[in-house]
């Protein structure tokens, strides 16, 4: 497995990290209270799975692009990631508590479907980048 097929299952995984903590960790926190404690129950987790999600889903996302030439896969993650910096730049502060999760887990979701489909056309067109 190279480095293409890791970077995409890994940012795969970090918008399905960053969703489930917008949706699930409201709920986990109402039935456990003492998870507040800890640092994921911070409003600087976005932020820092933010750090996280950028250079891995660019270097993604744009070695992909450059080797199937589907500017369109480009598009659709970096709009996501776009969305994903103004949910954590504006926050709930503007945004509302509801606004800046829809943000997120839409941007999540856009980068993560973006990275699905650059794996889906490798498959597709038998490129040795995901081998």
């Keep these: 497995m190279n480095s293409q097929s890791v970077t995409d299952r890994v940012a795969i995984g970090l918008s399905f990290l960053c969703t489930l ?8 926190v109402a039935l ?10 911070d409003e600087s987790f976005h932020l820092w799975m933010l750090v996280a999600v950028l250079p891995i889903s660019v ?8 080797k199937h030439k589907r500017y369109q896969i480009l598009w659709v993650g970096f709009s996501g990631l776009a969305v994903m910096i103004a949910a954590v730049v504006l926050g709930h502060d503007f945004l509302g508590e509801a606004g800046e999760k829809t943000l997120t887990v839409v941007g999540a979701a856009m980068v993560a479907y973006g990275h699905f489909l650059n794996q ?7 490129c040795s980048c995901h081998d």
Aim: glycine residues 4%; charged residues 15%.
């Design 32 to 41: 456990l209270p003492s998870l507040t404690a800890f640092a994921f129950a």
């Design 59 to 66: 270097f993604a996302l744009t070695m992909g692009c450059r």
């Design 120 to 126: 889906k056309l490798c498959r597709a067109e038998e």
């Design 21 to 28: 903590h917008c949706l699930a960790l409201p709920v986990l």
